[in-house]
């Protein structure tokens, strides 16, 4: 059986300020680089046999501090990659609603059908991310492995390994540098535990990201 610790990225400022990130690249802010270190303090006697990491500067970072504790190797996938946030990307979420608001209005109330100008949608997403998934778990049959990624991303493999509709998008939460456990074993995968922030508490002291 393979065992794969799922991490969201640390921080950035752009989560602090509600910024759109999908494809943007802004690096962790002190907080995150802090969130970074716990996971990777609390990976460090798991064994890693590799870290899989999305390409973008925030979950680098993470998979760096992962691996400086475990001393796993770090994998880029393409496929691990946040949405792609379209004409949304850059912007506050304040401006989207104001700009777009009934493709922000489907966002939040049908996210499955909602089409982000220029983006991608979260079946897109969700398709490229459980492809990967699978790859990644019949290369390793037992032990093992973490993988670094996005908020949306993550949230879209958890829906497609409960079977849930993607509308229920908004019944998941995943805050910064939470851990979330998934068993892989003959093809099959099982959600063992989702959203773990216990590691953070000295950190967070109580707060949680808003989910937009």
């Known amino acids: 059986m393979l065992t ?10 752009a989560n602090v300020q509600k910024i759109f ?14 969130q970074a270190e716990a996971a990777g303090e609390v990976l460090r006697d798991v064994r890693l046999s590799r870290i899989y990491s999305s390409p973008l500067r925030r979950a680098r970072e993470t998979a760096a501090a992962i691996a400086e504790a475990t001393g796993a190797e770090i994998t880029a996938s393409e496929k691990l990659i946040d949405i792609d946030f379209g004409d ?15 493709a922000y209005g489907r966002w939040v109330n049908s996210p499955a059908s909602a089409k982000i ?22 290369s390793h049959m037992e032990g093992s492995i973490a993988l670094v990624s996005h908020r949306v991303t993550l949230k879209t493999m958890m829906l497609g390994i409960l079977d849930v509709d993607l509308d229920r998008f908004r019944n998941i939460r995943l805050n910064t540098a939470c ?8 093809g099959e995968f099982s959600l063992v535990r989702m959203n773990d922030t216990y590691h953070l508490t ?9 989910d937009f």
């Open 21 to 34: 990130r999908g494809r943007l690249d802004p690096p962790l802010n002190d907080r995150g680089r802090l």
């Open 4 to 13: 794969i610790y799922m991490v969201r990225h640390g921080e950035t400022d």
């Open 117 to 138: 100008s220029g983006g991608e949608s979260l079946s897109l997403v969700q398709s490229r991310a459980m492809d990967e998934l699978r790859d990644i778990a019949g």
């Open 202 to 210: 000295g950190i967070m002291k109580g707060e949680t990201e808003s």
């Open 88 to 102: 949304w990307q850059g912007k506050r979420l304040v401006e989207v609603k104001e700009k777009y608001f009934a």
């Open 179 to 186: 851990i979330s456990i998934i068993e892989a074993e003959n």
